[in-house]
């Protein structure tokens, strides 16, 4: 069951991502799928700061220098030079299935962002809300965002080991990949980066088994993570095929987005196509 | 211990919603009124708290309290909800915390905005007690604090001008609205779940609507009159909530929170609904009370003893929410954990007053003219 259960196979050989901190480092298709980023784009063209909205449980924007967001504008001001960034950072209380896309519009409209980044689905999770009823409003929210000319990158939940086995919270994790397949978005797979690293003997690697923290590190990977999703994201072709990056091409997302090339609107017909994954795994009971 | 009534029947009455409201995914979730309406049990515990604070301030006659007893009574209130709110903080980390490590599943430390106090303590330790750090579910009570806090002044200025009173707070949700105003949230981004300076308006609407229609006979009949205009606009929120209309905030032209349907700035939608909800519901309890005895005695005891019962209910629907996290929910985990709840909130509630009823050893003179000595179970807000 584990193996079934498991959102990406595991092809045994990739490379690890160089352009990471040596313990982040994780195999580009475990990290994230791609898609474009046209309103970031827009704002590095016209060369005013990217304003990013940073949305999720890790998101409460804390004061403190070693917080995720701070990390995040930190890594990707670092990964695009002569660039300003400005994260705002906002926790999001409440599942996606109950009201809390309600709120996520509220704050998209105070701020009008160019870009959200969105770690979603820990709250429904934990409520363990109906996946359909998660998928839908997710997906829901997902459109709305892109409906107003506004960038998302979606963030899936944590790995732990003791939701290894987890049907229902991996079948979760899948619907986020799922909604951000279908909605053409990046995605970064924080659950399968986590699981990998969780494989990897490092020192810092307990975080993940017995006796875990919520440390540094798994927040300053992600932060990594979603930087390097966005960037990489950013060298999207507009339409062209060819990527200027080796790894750019791969991913479903990207295939997704030709398919649908040129329309940032959102096509009714999409809504509500649920479960268009791999096999579904079954609910538990 | 005072009879069933109808304020403390309709604040267990919220108690009850706000506690299967919390428990987000439970199968009773779709049975509460939160969702057949624009507005939900949070207005209605506010506004029955204003009214509250009218009774409380006055005397068994009527007549007004002194100045400087109303002043202490809800200073002393203040301290007694800002302590409740310390203590149900202090005891939900801890429960998210162990949970984390008994089930060893690090997912539960990012509950809803706890993540923030595990990955950074030492300022988040200071926005728990400055109450700029709130969980979610748990941000009532930091409203309810900053509200009674300032409840000494709406009722002295009440007691001037209640005109002046309304033009006040009308002034301050108005300007609120318009300029966003609210309180900021640190060490993490953003402000409050619950915006003070917008829902005090429902504490002095609360308030003032205690005061006048205890001496106008004829607003009474007034309101009676409007309960038509109630229902309609009952049904109309019904309408927009089970077909999920609302405006696009994005699309909502400026001042955007006049038209949004926002919880946070309770924005005006929310209000009249509300409104609306208190001229259609008036009269129900008198024609409902003497059929539900049972049911009036218990909701009635939970609103006696609001605090205590919220915050009990507050750590009871974290335990559910971990509950049915960990045994994956479902029809008869939905009942147990809901039903075992209603039991411990009436314990609960029976228990504050068994306690405040036993003699005290040390205890002085009785004064009859005041219940100061326990403020908490009988009288106050």
Same mark, same amino acid.
């Given at each position: 069951m584990p193996a079934a259960s498991t959102p990406l196979p595991s092809p045994a050989a990739e490379a690890l991502d160089q352009s990471l901190s040596p313990e982040c480092r994780v195999p580009g298709s475990k990290l994230y799928t791609l898609a474009r980023l046209k309103a970031v784009k827009a704002a590095l063209k016209e060369k005013r700061p990217i304003r990013v909205l940073s949305i999720g449980s890790s998101s409460a924007g804390l004061g403190a220098s070693a917080s995720y967001p701070v990390k995040l504008e930190n890594a990707l001001e670092q990964a695009l030079p002569d660039v300003q960034v400005e994260v705002e950072a906002r926790g999001l209380p409440g599942e996606?299935?109950?009201?809390?896309?309600?709120?996520?519009?509220?704050?998209?409209?105070?701020?009008e962002p160019d870009l959200v980044v969105w770690q979603v689905g820990t709250n429904d999770a934990l409520a363990r809300v109906?996946?359909?009823?998660?998928?839908?409003?997710?997906?829901?929210?997902?459109?709305?965002?892109?409906s107003h000319g506004i960038d998302i990158v979606l963030i899936d939940p944590v790995f732990t080991e003791s939701l290894a086995d987890d049907a229902y919270y991996t079948q979760m994790v899948r619907t986020v990949q799922e909604v951000a397949r279908?909605?053409?978005?990046?995605?970064?797979?924080?659950?399968?980066?986590?699981?990998f690293l969780s494989t990897q003997r490092t020192t810092e690697a307990h975080m993940l088994g017995r006796h875990f923290r919520l440390n540094d590190l798994g927040l300053r990977c992600m932060a990594e993570h979603a930087t390097r999703a966005i960037t990489l994201s950013l060298l999207q072709p507009e339409a062209a095929k060819d990527a200027g990056k080796a790894d750019a091409g791969k991913t479903d997302a990207v295939k997704t987005d030709h398919a649908t090339s040129g329309t940032a609107k959102t096509d009714p017909a999409q809504t509500g196509t649920s479960s268009t994954g791999p096999t579904p795994a079954p609910k538990q009971p | 211990m005072r009879e069933p009534n109808a304020i403390d029947f309709w604040r267990g009455f919220a108690l009850v919603t706000i506690f299967i409201n919390h428990i987000p995914g439970n199968v009773f979730e779709r049975?509460?009124?939160?969702?057949?309406?624009?507005?939900?049990?949070?207005?209605?515990?506010?506004?029955?708290?204003g009214w509250s604070i009218g009774l409380a301030t006055r005397g068994r006659d009527g007549a007004p309290e002194p100045r400087l007893t109303t002043v202490l009574r809800l200073l002393s209130r203040t301290v007694e909800v800002y302590r409740a709110q310390i203590t149900i903080m202090a005891l939900a980390l801890a429960m998210i915390a162990g949970c984390a490590l008994y089930l060893d599943n690090p997912l539960i430390l990012e509950w809803h905005n706890a993540g923030g106090f595990f990955a950074d303590p030492i300022q988040t330790m200071v926005g728990v007690v400055l109450l700029t750090h709130q969980l979610g579910f748990f941000n009532i009570l930091p409203l309810y604090v900053v509200l009674i806090a300032i409840a000494p002044a709406v009722v002295l200025i009440g007691r001037v001008s209640r005109v002046l009173l309304l033009?006040?707070?009308?002034?301050?949700?108005?300007?609120?609205?318009?300029?966003?105003?609210n309180f900021p949230s640190w060490p993490g981004? !953003?402000?409050?779940?619950?915006?003070?300076?917008?829902?005090?308006? $429902? /504490?002095? =609407?609360g308030f003032l609507s205690n005061e006048a229609t205890r001496e106008s006979e004829r607003l009474r009949r007034l309101w009676q009159r409007l309960m038509p205009l109630g229902i309609v606009v009952v049904a109309v929120g019904v309408v927009l909530a089970v077909l999920e209309l609302r405006p696009d905030p994005m699309l909502a032209p400026e001042p955007r929170l006049v038209f949004t349907f926002d919880k946070t700035y309770l924005s005006p939608a929310r209000l009249i609904h509300f409104c609306g909800m208190v001229l259609a519901f008036q009269g129900v309890y008198a024609l409902i009370a003497p059929h539900v005895g049972r049911l009036a005695r218990f909701?009635?005891?939970? !609103?006696?003893?609001?605090?205590?019962?919220?915050?009990?209910?507050? $750590? /009871?629907? =974290?335990?559910g929410q971990f509950v049915r996290f960990q045994t994956g929910g479902g029809i008869f985990i939905d009942i147990s954990v809901v039903g075992s709840g209603l039991i411990a909130l009436g314990f609960t509630a029976w228990f504050v007053e068994w306690r405040s009823r036993r003699p005290r050893p040390t205890r002085k003179a009785p004064d009859a003219a005041s219940s100061a000595d326990s403020p908490s179970s009988s009288r106050s807000a």
């Open positions: 996606v299935a109950s009201g809390a896309g309600e709120r996520l519009r509220s704050m998209v409209a105070e701020m109906g996946i359909e009823a998660f998928g839908e409003a997710l997906d829901e929210s997902v459109q709305w965002v892109k279908r909605e053409a978005v990046p995605l970064v797979h924080r659950y399968a980066a986590m699981r | 049975y509460t009124f939160s969702q057949y309406g624009i507005s939900d049990a949070a207005e209605l515990f506010v506004f029955l708290a033009a006040l707070s009308l002034s301050l949700y108005g300007a609120s609205l318009v300029f966003e105003w981004e !953003g402000d409050w779940f619950f915006d003070p300076l917008c829902w005090q308006l $429902l /504490l002095v =609407l909701l009635s005891g939970l !609103g006696r003893n609001s605090l205590a019962v919220f915050s009990m209910g507050s $750590l /009871l629907s =974290l335990a």
